[in-house]
């Protein structure tokens, strides 16, 4: 789901992203923040450590163009927005990927088709350290989500590219194009296609759930990309049962269950009796032998008491969570768009084990936020990003804990973040 539109700064304002700006409310002396003083798994001279470094990416608006901004910092202070001031700036979109901790991020940009390796160095800088280009396999802009860059190792990763409907093959270490395998099926007429934020890992596949929208209009078919990177095949898997499926997790049972995101379910809930819209749906997908179960299927809405639920994260031990619409914080109105609907900060988590078939139950220590969330790994703990003041403003909190505490904020939105060490 994408927010709001690009927020709007002046040249001064791009100026004033140096500088602190008041934060969200938080609890400053929270001990359940992520630990950012120490990384016991960077040693140096004996008896001490390395702090991690973190590469935040952040997108803003000036003149109506898209800037963004990599972001380094060993700290994370909610008291304190991280700052440009010292960055690494990137024309358009920016996106940064990679393998955490690997001390390298792999930034791409709505500016062209270009992937640009850089190194963290021992000063803490970012140094560029090759190039490739997908322009050859018909790319002229990468955009969307850091995780359409999924990594099998060092020398081997994927992009799934929506718009000519393949995913490219290259190698991060020699920053080569190796090949690319084409999906047709992807492409639906009249429809854009849409990838999942949280792609799926089951042993040596990559199960990239997918959503198509005709316009604003959400498609009524689910899909699922399925590779496999021991062989470098791949398959697109469909059902016509619901639409707009870009979210998943690995069940206790070892089978995955894909949900409608967030703006699927804003959608049918916006549409009113509209039977054409499709209803928010769980399925059951089976990674062994790439099938749905076509004997599953649960309307999200029954798992919930009944309220616009989209969106299905992964919470611990094949447990998840779903984004439930709190209408007492963000009352629902004749004509509410659903894009915006989706993006209020209205959203509730609510938990569930979906392979044993019973219903969620609220998590009120955590509190709502906007529909569609990122998850990002920080020193082994889970944090979720939030857009907040018209989507001027990146939040993220603690998911690990269930408190929601504010780990760290910025200007800007934010599609991307590493830990590099």
Known sequence: MTPSPFLRTSARLLLALSLAFTAAACNDDDDNTPDSGTNTDAGTDAGTTTPPMYAFVAQVSVEGNPQSYVILTETLDPATPLSTANATQINGRALGSGITKSGAIFVSSSAG????????????????????????????????????????SETKAYYFDGRNSQVIIWNPKDMTLTNSISLPELTIAGS???????????????????????GAAVTKQAGIIVVDTANDSAVLVKDDRCGYVRDGIVGTDNKVYLATEAYGAAEKRVSGTNSSVPTPCLLKFDPATNKYDTNFFKDLGTLTNGGATGSLLAGPNGTGYLRVLDETVYPVAVDTNARVLASAVAWKWWKIDPAAGTNATLVDTLPASTGSSFLYEMNGRTVFSEFTNNSGTTNYRELSDLTGNLVATHQGLSFSFLQLR
């Not at 854009?192 to 040596?204: C, H, L």
Request: charged share 15%; proline share 3%.
């Open 113 to 152: 088709a270009t992937v640009t390796r850089y190194n963290l160095t021992a000063s803490n800088t970012l140094e560029k350290a090759g190039e490739v280009t997908f322009a050859g396999k018909g790319v002229t802009t990468i955009g969307e989500y850091q995780n359409q860059f999924q990594f099998a």
């Open 192 to 214: 854009s296609t849409t990838f999942a934020s949280n792609p799926i890992r089951v042993g040596t596949k990559v199960l990239m759930p997918v959503g198509w929208r005709a």
